[in-house]
């Protein structure tokens, strides 16, 4: 018997947006391995999706890039025209981007600031984006969405970032239930909810942290950003053809 491959995704159009480092780095390299032809985007760091496009070895001569403040709003209708220009057409869209508030200049920001910010990049682009490239693979007759939850949205931490990224992270979970509703059954709309991943933030994190991660985490590590994009390389495909509308954690084992 032939081995099937794992959530094959040759001949599709896939956009990754905030795919310069991290998650989104994670999920374009897993995306392409799948045989998806790739559309990635940054907010400003042209020369890190410059590398994450070198990461992309083969893969990289059918990747195309974007780079533009997807907080405003004529950026992101450009950037869906330019997709819908570029591939033929996209049936898979990732919302990735976000602020960082952890170890970018918005670190230094206060709390009211950083709470603007988290609403226009995390939850407004990931709305618009969403509704409008939903509205086209509707009306194509197919499509994937994927948005990017925290699993301890839901349930809390304690702490200005606590309080942050549950607001924002909490508003993309609930809609993502929704559009799924709105968009079905042509398109079908996930999210993925990380626990303690190591991207930039946990490779310099102190050791309380790293103990803390520990106990909280029945897997007893850290997650990594390979951890998340396999879930979404899953989600994209024909494989998860019956889930939509769900909010996954991928964390470990996490429930406090």
Same mark, same amino acid.
């Given at each position: =018997? /032939? ?11 896939? &956009? ?6 991290? $998650? ?6 897993? %995306?392409? !391995? ?9 907010? #400003?760091?042209?020369?890190? %999706?410059?590398?994450? &496009?070198? $990461? ?35 049936? $898979? ?14 670190? /230094? %920001? ?5 709470? #603007? ?34 699993? !301890?949205?839901? /349930?809390? =931490? ?14 993309? =979970?609930?809609?993502?239930? #929704?559009? #799924? &509703?709105?968009?079905?059954? !042509? ?27 520990? /106990? ?9 950003? !390979? ?20 909010? $996954? ?8």
């Amino acid at each position: =018997m /032939r081995k099937a491959e794992f959530a094959n995704l040759t001949g599709r159009g896939a &956009v990754v947006t905030g795919a310069s480092s991290g $998650i989104g780095r994670a999920i374009a390299v897993e %995306l392409a !391995q799948a045989g998806a032809e790739l559309y990635l985007t940054c907010g #400003s760091s042209a020369e890190k %999706l410059r590398e994450t &496009v070198d $990461i992309l070895g083969e893969a990289s001569s059918r990747t195309h890039t974007f780079v533009g403040d997807l907080a405003e709003v004529a950026v992101c209708e450009r950037l869906v025209e330019d997709a819908w220009s570029k591939l033929a057409p996209p049936t $898979i869209w990732i919302n990735n981007a976000g602020v960082d508030l952890l170890t970018g200049s918005a670190a /230094r %920001l206060g709390y009211d600031e950083k709470l #603007s910010r988290l609403w226009e990049v995390d939850v407004q682009t990931t709305i618009r984006l969403s509704r409008e490239a939903g509205s086209r693979m509707k009306s194509a007759g197919e499509g994937v969405i994927v948005n990017i939850g925290w699993d !301890q949205a839901d /349930r809390g =931490m304690e702490g200005d970032s606590g309080e942050l990224f549950a607001t924002a992270k909490n508003a993309i =979970m609930g809609f993502t239930r #929704s559009l #799924s &509703v709105s968009l079905a059954p !042509q398109v079908r709309v996930n999210c993925v909810a990380p626990g303690w991943i190591k991207t930039a933030w946990g490779e310099g994190a102190s050791e309380y942290w790293n103990e803390r991660v520990r /106990r909280e985490t029945p897997l007893d590590r850290w997650g990594t950003p !390979q951890d998340i994009a396999k879930a979404v390389r899953f989600l994209c495909s024909d494989d998860a053809s019956f889930i939509t509308g769900q909010v $996954i954690n991928v964390n470990g084992g996490a429930v406090r």
